[in-house]
T-cell receptor
Framework: QKEVEQDPGPLSVPEGAIVSLNCTYS??????FMWYRQYSRKGPELLMY????GNKEDGRFTAQVDKSSKYISLFIRDSQPSDSATYLC???????????????FGKGTKLSVKP | DAGITQSPRHKVTETGTPVTLRCHQT?????MYWYRQDPGHGLRLIHY???????DKGEVSDGYSVSRSKTEDFLLTLESATSSQTSVYFC???????????FGPGTRLTVL
């Protein structure tokens, strides 16, 4: 079983829809959870960074972490065509690989928001 | 891209040739990372650095070496490129080991 699982999609929604993106993980030692957005032929950019279980909101984006279920989600409200991108989840744990903070990424979900 | 540049941005080379990719940052961040991104595999860590001359291996380090002689520069070298190293390579930086990582624009490498 991969440490981090993410449905690659593609996911296509109409403009204005609520989008739900998810990742599951197998290692309960993960403590830090991130969502990155990557536009085509660009580098990933950080959207959300959470440490604890619960919700974190930033504008139209909400990140949710459920450590008991080893499940994280990213919700996008009122989705826009400019949200069309690949969304990557990432997580890390202290002292992974001999040093703190090395990230394990999901494979990414490709989202398309149609006008 | 948070003061990160990568060079070259595109490179085509032949099997068996050495290749060096450069990552340059202007943020004075301590940590620097090299990732490769491939369809079906996502982003995977190759090597990272936690200070000048301090480096360590990541998940997919075979066939790659790195060097960091200055805070601002992190070099990734393919000693003898193979077709399996055709990929998009991203550099990332972070202030601390558990801080957010910021990514560069990427280098698209093709090994024929």
């Amino acid at each position: 079983q991969k440490e981090v699982e993410q449905d690659p999609g593609p996911l296509s929604v109409p403009e204005g829809a609520i989008v739900s993106l998810n990742c599951t993980y197998s290692n309960s030692a993960f403590q830090y959870f991130m969502w990155y957005r990557q536009y085509s032929r660009k580098g990933p950019e950080l959207l959300m960074y959470t440490y604890s279980s619960g919700n974190k909101e930033d504008g139209r984006f909400t990140a949710q972490v459920d450590k008991s279920s080893k499940y994280i989600s990213l919700f996008i409200r009122d989705s826009q065509p400019s949200d069309s991108a690949t969304y990557l989840c990432a997580m890390s744990r202290p002292n992974y690989g001999g040093s703190q903070g090395n990230l394990i990424f999901g494979k990414g979900t490709k989202l398309s928001v149609k006008p | 891209d948070a003061g990160i540049t990568q060079s070259p941005r595109h490179k085509v080379t032949e099997t068996g040739t050495p290749v060096t990719l450069r990552c340059h940052q202007t943020e004075n961040h301590r940590y620097m990372y090299w990732y490769r991104q491939d369809p079906g595999h996502g982003l995977r860590l190759i090597h990272y650095s936690y200070g000048v001359k301090d480096t360590d291996k990541g998940e997919v380090s075979d066939g790659y070496s790195v060097s960091r002689s200055k805070t601002e520069d992190f070099l990734l070298t393919l000693e003898s490129a193979t077709s399996s190293q055709t990929s998009v390579y991203f550099c990332a930086i972070s202030a601390g080991g558990l801080d957010e990582q910021f990514f560069g624009p990427g280098t698209r490498l093709t090994v024929l």
